[in-house]
């Protein structure tokens, strides 16, 4: 199905048929996780643009994980698919007031994100309870290890990673908070 | 490309749970090679572990809040305030030598 690797410029780091057996090893663990995002068509499409992605960059450079830097395409050629997707539902829907306009002001855009962001991030933190707080602004905001977390607050280091795994979760929701586009988007598959 | 509103998008819960544990094993800084072995195959597992902890680790890099806010003057009251700054960086590059020892770099953003 692919040509060969061989006599490319970078294939020599990689034995001959590693590609075609990257494809074996991954293509079935990339259409499950596709399809809890596409139709099993477009993940199927997208996998063969991941692939394909891969082998030109191959062409070109070399790359420490190519696994990695396949997954990452799918990744973001997948949610490419949804944004668009979403966009052109929204026009068909009539609901242009919701179409954010970044062209051309992008800049803005982002500053105007991230100062929201960091906002709800200030709130998250805020509403943590009181030694979970603690122990994340002493790690994050004072860059106290998690031992020193643990001798000064008399808590075990495990103790301590659960509690920045709670503070980590709570930031993560933060970030994930305008989710406009997806709840639209799922009515949008819903309807 | 900006990933925010996209974080975790379709992943389960339980999987990104899996990679803030092992984020925050990472930032211990105290990673046995056992679990480095371990956090390497986990990775290369599924698709979605490496969406996960890599989107995670997005948030939290960006997560970073800085001492001229409400959170810093009222939180960490007991403690003094005379580490911070370059300790702060100091402390980043845990996950940051770890990530590039395992090779986990990659052009997502």
Redesign the interface.
């Known amino acids: 199905m692919w040509p060969t690797m061989q006599n490319q410029t970078h294939s020599e780091n990689y034995g001959p048929g590693w590609f075609e057996q990257l494809v074996e090893k ?1 293509h079935d ?2 259409k ?3 399809c ?2 596409l139709s099993p068509a477009e993940s199927e499409e997208v996998i063969q643009e991941s692939y394909l992605k891969l082998f030109e960059t191959l062409k070109k450079e070399n790359l ?2 190519p ?3 396949l ?2 395409s ?3 050629l ?3 698919r ?2 668009n997707k979403n966009v052109a539902q929204k026009f068909l829907d009539q609901k242009t007031e919701q179409i954010q306009v970044i062209e051309g002001n992008n800049e803005g855009y ?1 500053a105007l ?1 991230e100062d929201q ?1 960091h906002q709800q ?2 709130q998250v ?2 509403t943590l309870p009181p030694v979970c ?2 122990v994340f ?11 020193e977390i643990a001798e ?1 607050m008399n808590i075990s ?1 495990k103790t ?2 659960n509690h ?2 709670k503070g ?2 709570a ?2 929701e933060a ?2 908070r ?5 709840s639209n988007y799922k009515r949008s598959q819903r309807g | 490309m900006s990933i925010d509103e996209w974080v975790g998008y379709g992943i389960p819960e339980e999987i990104i749970d899996e990679a803030i544990v092992w984020l925050t094993k990472l930032d211990s800084g105290e990673m046995s090679d056992q679990q480095k072995t371990e956090f390497a195959h986990w990775l290369d597992d599924d698709p979605n572990h490496r969406w996960a902890f890599e989107e995670v680790s997005t948030v939290w890099a960006r997560s970073s809040i800085r001492h001229d806010t409400s959170v810093s003057k009222s939180k960490a009251s007991g403690l003094t305030n005379h580490k911070n700054g370059s300790r702060y960086y100091a402390s980043l590059s845990y996950i940051a030598i770890a990530l590039v020892i395992l090779g986990l770099v990659v052009n997502f953003l």
């Open positions: 991954t663990k990339l499950r996780a596709l809890q995002m420490d994980n696994q990695g830097y997954y990452r799918a990744r973001n997948a949610i490419t949804i944004r982002q994100k962001q991030l200030h933190i805020a707080r603690q602004v002493l790690r994050k905001l004072h860059g106290y290890s998690h031992k000064t280091q301590v990673e920045i795994a980590m979760r930031c993560l970030f994930r305008p989710t406009k586009i997806d």
